[in-house]
């Protein structure tokens, strides 16, 4: 009788073991899914935060004259800033926005000392948008 219970602790000190191992390699994969999936949310939280600096710029410093639509407030039809929807404006390059952007043109004040290189690109891209609206 002895002997079947020493066979019969053997067997259940294998199956635990063997449990044990069974269920820290699905805890390895899960916490290794765990990180993938954190890690990828986190790079879309990055594109998002991104793909918004421009508009979140444009809010800051551009909406008194060109208006939230780009079509431009009172005061900036007063100051004859452009329709950014307008041709005149989407015929412009990348380069032109930039330097307009940076340096100011007619009565619009320059931003390259207010706003980062990376900020005045994504506005030039956020500028972009405006000529695939509709008006």
Do not use: W
Request: hydrophobic share 35%; charged share 20%.
């Amino acid at each position: 009788m002895s002997d079947k219970g020493n066979g019969l602790s053997v067997v259940r000190s294998r199956m635990s073991s063997n449990r044990a191992s069974s269920l820290l390699r699905v805890g390895r994969a899960v916490l290794f899914a765990g990180a993938i999936a954190l890690a990828l949310g986190a790079t879309a939280r990055v594109s998002s935060a991104a793909d918004d600096t421009g508009q979140d710029t444009f809010k800051a410093n551009c909406v008194v004259c060109h208006g939230e639509d780009g079509t431009g407030t009172a005061t900036g039809k007063a100051l004859m800033a452009p329709d950014l929807h307008s041709d005149a404006v989407q015929k412009l390059t990348d380069a032109q926005i930039t330097d307009q952007i940076s340096n100011g043109k007619n009565n619009m004040p320059p931003f390259k000392n207010t706003l980062s290189k990376d900020q005045i690109k994504s506005l030039v891209t956020y500028v972009r948008t405006f000529g695939k609206k509709k008006k």
